[in-house]
DNA sequence: TGGTTTGTTGACCGTTTTAGTCAATAAAGG
DNA sequence: CCTTTATTGACTAAAACGGTCAACAAACCA
């Protein structure tokens, strides 16, 4: 039941770039230094960011990444799903198939509930309230 | 993001065992046979099953497995949590101390609200009212 | 043009977790 | 004492996971 790191430092990639919206390309380095992400991991992290068009990059001097929309329009149950795949506590939720017994299993009426619960939470957050979370703890102060 | 085969056979299994509360011990080969839980796991699954005092096991011809407490008091929080060691999507909401950041981080406030998403729509869920929706679909037949 | 900066991609590795098995043991009943 | 049944511990195979390395491609700059 835990969230991959994949999900985490993707959601603090993203949370980054949001507290600098508006600044032009953030560099790898500077993430990876800020959030206390490997580098090299941060680069392959990147990858299905770019695919789904949250992120674009930029390369060259003054390269780096940045956010495709505005914070505000950046829920974080979109980026969970993407880097986690699924948020599906169970495969069958989301694929009924892989399992005879989908349609008279009351237990994965349960894991289904979760699933929205979970997901409720994550529609309901954007990046642009992270941001403002973020200065309301350490004042403006980056 | 995925429950464990553990906390998915274990409620699977405590419900059959709701669906023949009464009947005296059920024999851990029958359940595996009807849930179609490999019998050598389910021996390892019962053990903190037993130990948490959900249910007791009885040696000997005529023995099995049965629940200690009846169906509409065991709550299925309780039960994941014990075979899942934990809910939380993340180590740190659960020790904060693992993660330096813990304090200042807003990332993490959300997965905390993840983790009572999940906490509370188990906690409301009884074994009791499993077998209720068991036998809606099913009818009585078992 | 060529070099420097920066992101992109794919292959790879080591560790841990997970699901699952096997076999030896212990208790209860008949 | 023999059979039935649960208990325990050792073990294994496979997958997932976090992470690294190196070769490559594009953009920029001089």
Redesign the interface.
């Known amino acids: ?4 790191t994949r ?2 430092y993707g ?2 990639v993203l ?1 980054e770039l949001a507290l600098h919206w508006g600044e032009g390309p953030i560099l790898l380095k500077d993430i990876a230094q800020k959030q ?1 992400i490997p580098l090299p991991y941060l680069q392959h992290l990147i990858g299905p960011l770019v695919k789904t068009g949250i992120i674009k990059t930029t390369r060259g001097k003054r390269g780096g990444i940045s956010l495709l929309k505005p914070p505000k329009e950046v829920v ?1 149950g979109e980026v969970v799903q993407l880097l ?1 795949g ?6 069958c939720v989301d694929n009924p198939e892989t399992c005879p ?1 989908s349609d ?1 299993c ?2 994965r ?3 289904e ?2 699933k929205k ?2 997901g ?3 529609e309901s ?1 954007t990046l642009q309230e ?1 941001v403002e ?2 200065r309301q ?2 004042g403006k102060n980056d």
Request: proline residues 3%; hydrophobic residues 50%; without cysteine.
């Open positions: 039941m835990k969230l991959s999900a985490r959601t603090r949370l206390q974080l986690e699924s948020i599906a506590p169970v495969k017994r008279l009351v237990t009426d349960i894991w509930e979760v619960a979970i409720t939470v994550l957050v992270l979370r973020q703890k350490y």
